[in-house]
């Protein structure tokens, strides 16, 4: 069996067959991070605002709203600007939500990611058969299960 070493090199961790592998394994990661964008990348909603960004580790994601009174809830270990953007963006929509507009199946503009734009739609058709439940005065766990046995009846038509 072959033995792995793991070290940290300049704060970086690195892995590889021998000590020389893993620093150099730990400096292939340092040399890539500087090399990406540490720029934060905004995503303004409708009520809130979402924030992009990387640290040394992965990139991440937390989402404001105005006024800000506690320290916002961060999300991380995300592979790449995009992956976070996408997460940021999906949780966004789905808080900033409008049931009562003209057009509630129709993503925010910031969710551009077509599967994101669809799972939109249909957690939309849930919330829509959700709340028709709750009008009918049944508990929050009875409406939940409606909701997932009817959610197909408050899809919009593609």
């Given at each position: 069996m072959a033995t792995t070493i793991t070290l940290k090199y300049c704060g970086m961790e690195g892995t590889g067959p021998t000590v020389k592998a893993a620093k150099q394994d730990a400096a292939s990661?340092?040399?890539?991070?500087?090399?990406?964008?540490?720029?934060?990348?905004?995503?303004?909603?409708?009520?809130?605002?979402?924030?992009?960004?990387?640290?040394q580790?992965?990139?991440?994601?937390?989402?404001?709203?105005a006024p800000i009174t506690e320290r916002p809830c961060q999300h991380y270990n995300y592979d790449t600007r995009e992956d976070a953007y996408r997460a940021c963006a999906r949780h966004m929509a789905q808080n900033e939500i409008d049931l009562d507009a003209a057009d509630p199946y129709t993503a925010p503009d910031y969710v551009k990611n077509p599967i994101d734009r669809r799972s939109y739609a249909d957690y939309v058709a849930w919330q829509l058969a959700a709340r028709t439940a709750l009008r009918q005065g049944v508990s929050n766990q009875d409406a939940h299960q409606w909701a997932c046995e009817h959610e197909t009846e408050y899809r919009r038509a593609s």
């Open positions: 990661k340092i040399e890539r991070l500087l090399a990406e964008s540490w720029e934060p990348t905004y995503i303004q909603g409708r009520t809130l605002i979402g924030m992009v960004w990387r640290d580790f992965a990139w991440a994601y937390c989402i404001l709203e």
